[in-house]
């Protein structure tokens, strides 16, 4: 038996010997590759913190003593050690959540996987537990992979140095990395405390000096280097940056020497106030594919070949969303110098990679700081220069102020990039891009595209970056390409016909990809008798004249996007057909405002009622049921509009 197979929880490490956790680390990665490797997740991360999250977790008593992760892509150590050892299903529908998840164990807090947000988190949770007199609970909270680069983590650093009276130990967990190197001041103050030719001669030597003189002498030993406040610090002056903010320091510590470890944790669990425990840690630790992947170790794999290291089941051939985006945006920056191109620690993940090879001086990673790469976007575009932002579409939830106040308000021509848009699947409800359509759409002045195909993005991306006088959007989901969908006519707003029947009963408007689905209801519909129009806007926002004019000459409007229903794009349709005097019925048809736990895209679709067969079907039930009126268009208030009609035939 294992011994792996015999934690249930966190206080089956307290009887373990030091050689018996050593095994259990082993134990511990072997587990991961070879599970991961069937499923796909984060491993680089995970294989990073092994010792780090035994140590926790032997010295603390969670969940009493409650463990904050920031991100939580490098909770799966943390899931194993509290009785969750069934990876199997890992990030798939039914399985255990790629980040830590309320509703699978007591042990896991906070389940927002967006970054910098732990040690808010922390400082509030540590003041409640004071207030309320638990003044013998500690919080736990494990930062890092960038997250330091955030903005969030900074005030709450100077919140916590407000009060000093709780239990708060901030573990920075110090890979040099977030998906890529880790950038800026921060991340170079950092590397010089890791690589210090007196931190690590000094380590090296004390090691072999102690380690000669016998068990008593390896205890100092690792005393000292467990944390003493003053005694690695003054060759390395590691606690200058924290010195003004009055936050105890402990370390460098080596984040996979668990002797170490767990007595720095000791100390800094004594001492009665916050304090910050800096453990220098390797991503992909113990995995030589994940070190020689110089990109990102592996931050974020698919199904691979666990002795290898190379994926596995890819070879369909078709491109991705983000390659066909990125492959134009070189083509664009080549035939443009003005062009800039920024991303919030995701360079290589939003494709942006392949720009920054070509023109490096035209590239600004700004770490974690989605709020200070879109405010820097105005100051840029003011400049003169025409910024495109590229972020995934759930963090763009993040800069939603400065998108309103510091680029529309200012008329900046700024274009974001939205990636990863709509139902994304297995990373669960932080991750879904769903709520860009609904969020985007109210600011003034802003135009949303949402491309099809390939052939379409790579033509709104140009249109996009064209304006030069309000933001633009260009939004898409993530894998494979979805298949060239010509058009039949392209109206003169810009608007594509897809599909058109002899008889007029139902416009189906069908939102970037999901247009695809809109032509194949249309022709289920036409097997029943009822003829239908297919149109994609192409910019879904400010919704086109030409949509106007079409639902005037149907009887029911259908809209379908993969954002949430609820104030997304079909509410913008229904609200300008009233506004232009038109009855014609609408239905909304989105994702429900919710919550929606990992699982495929092919699943939550289904759920929420996004599937041809299901659309077909509730509409043969409204038009055949004869529920919907013709409509009796206002054509006066279509004039108003500035709208062309077709007169009746």
Do not use: C
Not at 108 to 119: G, K, N, P
Not at 392 to 413: C, E, I, K, S
Request: charged fraction near 25%.
């Amino acid at each position: 038996m294992s011994l792996l197979s015999s934690i249930t929880g966190p206080r089956d490490l307290d009887g373990l010997t030091h050689d018996e956790m050593d095994q259990l680390a082993t134990e511990i990665r072997a587990f991961l590759i070879e599970n991961v490797a069937r499923t796909g997740g984060h491993l680089g991360p995970n294989l990073g913190v092994v010792e780090l999250t035994m140590a926790i977790h032997r010295v603390f008593d969670s969940p009493d003593d409650p463990v904050i992760f920031d991100t939580g892509h490098q909770s799966y150590v943390h899931k194993l050690l509290t009785g969750r050892q069934d990876f199997s299903q890992l990030r798939s529908r039914g399985g255990l959540a790629g980040y830590p998840q309320r509703s699978e164990s007591a042990h896991d807090v906070v389940e927002s996987s967006h970054a910098s947000s732990s040690l808010s988190w922390a400082d509030g949770v540590s003041r409640a537990f004071t207030r309320t007199g638990r003044t013998d609970r500690h919080v736990v909270a494990v930062v890092g992979d960038g997250s330091l680069t955030g903005g969030m983590t900074w005030e709450a650093l100077n919140n916590i140095s407000d009060d000093n009276d709780r239990n708060l130990v901030i573990v920075v967990n110090d890979n040099g990395r977030s998906y890529a190197p880790t950038i800026g001041g921060m991340a170079r103050y950092l590397n010089r405390v890791r690589t210090a030719d007196t931190y690590r001669s000094l380590r090296d030597n004390s090691a072999t000096v102690f380690g000669k003189l016998g068990p008593a002498a390896r205890a100092v030993y690792r005393g000292v280097r467990g944390g003493t406040h003053g005694f690695l610090s003054r060759f390395t002056n590691n606690t200058e940056l924290y010195s003004n903010l009055d936050i105890k320091y402990l370390g460098p510590v080596d984040g996979h020497d668990l002797d170490a470890l767990i007595e720095t944790l000791e100390l800094a669990k004594s001492y009665g106030a916050p304090v910050i425990v800096h453990a220098i840690t390797e991503k992909g630790r113990g995995y030589q594919p994940a070190r020689d992947d110089e990109a990102d170790q592996f931050h974020a794999v698919g199904k691979i070949d666990p002795a290898t290291g190379k994926t596995v089941g890819g070879g369909s051939g078709v491109q991705a969303w983000t390659d066909v985006f990125s492959q134009e945006l070189v083509e664009v920056g080549e035939q443009r110098g003005d062009v800039i191109a920024m991303t919030a620690a995701m360079l290589r993940p939003t494709g942006l990679l392949p720009f920054a090879e070509r023109f490096p001086e035209r590239v600004y990673d700004v770490g974690i700081a989605e709020q200070h790469a879109v405010a820097s976007a105005a100051g840029l575009a003011y400049g003169g220069l025409h910024p495109v932002v590229a972020i995934y579409a759930t963090f763009m939830n993040r800069a939603f102020d400065q998108v309103l106040m510091d680029v529309a308000l200012h008329r900046a021509g700024v274009t974001f990039v939205l990636d990863r848009a709509g139902v994304t699947g297995p990373d669960g409800p932080s991750h879904h891009g769903i709520w860009d359509l609904a969020m985007l759409q109210i600011v003034p002045h802003i135009r949303i595209a949402v491309p099809r195909d390939a052939e379409r993005l790579r033509e709104e991306l140009r249109e996009a970056i064209a304006v030069d006088d309000a933001p633009t959007v260009v939004r898409f989901p993530k894998g494979s390409v979805s298949p060239e969908l010509p058009a039949l006519e392209r109206r003169d707003d810009g608007v594509d016909v897809l599909y058109r029947s002899e008889a007029q009963d139902v416009l189906i408007v069908g939102i970037g990809p999901m247009a695809h689905t809109a032509v194949d209801v249309a022709e289920r519909l036409r097997a029943q008798g009822i003829g239908a129009t297919v149109v994609d806007p192409r910019w879904a926002i400010p919704v086109q004249p030409s949509i106007v004019t079409l639902a005037a000459e149907h009887r029911l409007v259908i809209t379908i996007e993969d954002g949430i229903r609820v104030g997304g794009v079909g509410t913008r349709v229904r609200q300008v057909l009233r506004e232009a005097g038109i009855d014609t019925a609408v239905d909304e048809l989105g994702v429900p405002d919710a919550f929606i736990d990992h699982a495929s895209r092919d699943q939550i679709l289904e759920d929420a009622g996004l599937t041809a067969a299901k659309i077909a079907q509730d509409v043969v039930a409204q038009v055949l049921g004869t529920r919907i009126p013709v409509a009796r268009p206002d054509l006066g208030a279509l004039s108003s509009l500035n709208v062309p009609v077709r007169s009746e035939q």
